[in-house]
């Protein structure tokens, strides 16, 4: 359980290799169901550091908190698993 925890917060946090190599798509509107298109937030964050306005360098520095957040969770749930199941080996 803690490996598939630390995968998916190292695969959150090494997706700019992922958009530098070309797998930028920018879809401009809201998903409405799971089967519409949508667009990951790093190549979210990643279109609007490109723009010249100002409110989207806001929101990318938004978004990349956000992302921080989840990559510090995900990693603080990673490490309570791996205690908790270290104290039930050990008893």
């Known amino acids: 359980m803690t490996g598939i925890i630390l ?11 992922l958009i530098v190599i070309g797998a930028l ?9 799971p089967m519409d298109q949508f667009t990951v937030l790093p190549m979210q964050i990643f279109n609007w550091v ?14 990349i908190i956000v992302l921080l957040f989840i990559v510090f969770l995900l990693n603080g749930i990673a490490v309570f698993i791996r205690h908790r199941s270290q104290q039930k080996f050990q008893s």
């Open 50 to 63: 490109s723009r010249p306005q100002e409110g989207f360098v806001t929101a990318a520095a938004a978004a």
């Open 25 to 33: 798509a920018y879809v401009p509107f809201i998903a409405e169901s």
């Open 7 to 17: 995968a998916l917060s190292r695969a959150v946090g090494e997706t700019a290799p």
